[in-house]
């Protein structure tokens, strides 16, 4: 059964960075085609993709925010960390982390088949 | 970027009812089209991948088709349980996700 948690600081001053843990079981990031992203989703409005980080440690980033964003992979923790520079009040929003369809799409996208239950993250100060 | 056009944005259906939302894309995306469904404080759920493979586990009421730019989520018989905000994601390449599609029950 796949499971995936996150965890992270709920409040973020504007200029900080975030960074979000996603903590998973069921799957492990060592084996070919396997595949978590990061999804974020501002209240009332829809999903936007900003990450993958694979098996391989490739990593796929959303351009519009790539300069801002790292992923990382702990594999022995069966862990993956999200890093987000210079927080804004437009970040605000509910973070997710999941799994993604392994080998569904090309390496920039995929079909996300299991989700964390999202972490809220409000930027103020 | 690929956006994604849903439609329609809300809609309003009894049990029962044959329901059918459409998700265009800007440029031809090769069937790689997922569909989700939100229910009110939860995460998406994975229902449709590959524009019409229905994931495991998805009652047989909903389906999927499309191709090219066009495609579209079809609940034959809308129930309570489907209350929720629908979303197409494509992923040819970065992924985008449609603005939703809200279902509600009359």
């Known amino acids: 059964q796949i499971t995936l948690t996150e965890s992270g600081p709920t409040l973020v001053n504007p200029t900080q960075t975030l960074t979000l843990t996603c903590t998973f079981s069921?799957?492990?990031?060592?084996?070919?085609?396997?595949?978590v992203g990061w999804i974020r989703q501002p209240p009332g409005k829809t999903l936007e993709w900003l990450a993958f980080i694979y098996w391989d440690d490739d990593k796929r980033y959303n351009p519009s925010l790539k300069a801002r964003l790292t992923v990382t992979k702990d594999v022995s923790k069966n862990q993956v960390v999200l890093t987000m520079t210079n927080m804004d009040p437009v970040d605000t929003a509910t973070y997710y982390c999941a799994h993604r369809v392994p080998y569904d799409g090309n390496w920039d996208g995929g079909s996300l088949d299991y989700w964390g239950q999202g972490t809220l993250v409000t930027v103020s100060s | 970027d690929i956006q994604m056009t849903q439609s329609p944005s809300t809609l309003s259906a009894s049990v029962g009812d044959r329901v059918t939302i459409i998700c265009r894309a800007s440029?031809?995306?090769?069937?790689?089209l997922a569909w989700y469904q939100q229910k009110p404080g939860k995460a998406p759920k994975l229902l449709v991948y590959?524009?019409?493979t229905l994931e495991g586990g998805v009652p047989s009421r909903f389906s999927a088709s499309g191709s090219d730019t066009e495609f579209t989520l079809t609940i034959s018989s809308l129930q309570p349980d489907d209350l929720a905000t629908y979303y197409c994601q494509q992923y040819n390449g970065h992924s985008t996700f449609g603005e939703g599609t809200k279902v509600e029950i009359k």
């Open positions: 590959k524009a019409s």
């Open positions: 440029q031809i995306i090769n069937n790689w």
């Open positions: 069921g799957f492990s990031l060592s084996t070919s085609g396997v595949g």
